[in-house]
């Protein structure tokens, strides 16, 4: 990430104190990376991404009230930020997965396993940001002369795939 690039805003979410300060700690030795909030259980996880704008998400699966699993589906899983599960629990891992989870972090993990799971995390969001700019590029070409497009192209497309030019 260049330094004009904007920092990624994270939310951490985990019930235990020590594992969230160790994912703060980790997120303040990254470049890159701000951290927004803290949340120490489920209706904090919701409320906090109702107040902030967060690109990517530290969430523990297994919590009192509502667990990982219920902060995704109560937010909806196509309107959550990036979310990297952090667990002791492997037995979650594929519903985690379903709910398009980019990395499932097992308790304890090293700073290598870390850095790899941030890594996707920026990729996810690298591609999300370009998503989002073929889409407003899509809109802007329709609304200039629809005929430059040679086909009808679903906006909901992850890019563009051709582009008519007339010379």
Avoid: C, W
Avoid at 145 to 155: A, F, G, H, N, Y
């Amino acid at each position: 990430m260049s330094t004009a690039d904007p920092a990624i805003r994270a939310l951490i979410v985990d019930d235990e104190p020590l594992a969230r300060e160790r994912l703060r700690e980790l997120l303040d030795d990254r470049p890159g990376v701000t951290v927004v909030d803290e949340a120490e259980d489920g209706q904090a996880a919701v409320d906090a991404l109702g107040e902030h704008e967060v690109d990517l998400v530290f969430l523990d699966v297994q919590m009192p009230g509502l667990s990982g699993i219920d902060v995704v589906e109560e937010i909806g899983p196509e309107a959550m930020p990036v979310t990297v599960f952090v667990t002791a629990y492997d037995q979650y891992a594929i519903k985690a997965f379903d709910l398009a989870a980019v990395d499932y972090l097992l308790k304890p993990f090293d700073d290598e396993r870390f850095d790899q799971a941030l890594e996707r995390a920026r990729e996810q969001i690298a591609n999300q940001d370009t998503n989002a700019l073929s889409r407003r590029l899509l809109r802007v070409l329709k609304e200039q002369d629809p005929s430059l497009l040679e086909e009808e192209v679903d906006e909901d497309e992850p890019y563009l795939e051709r582009i008519a030019v007339q010379g």
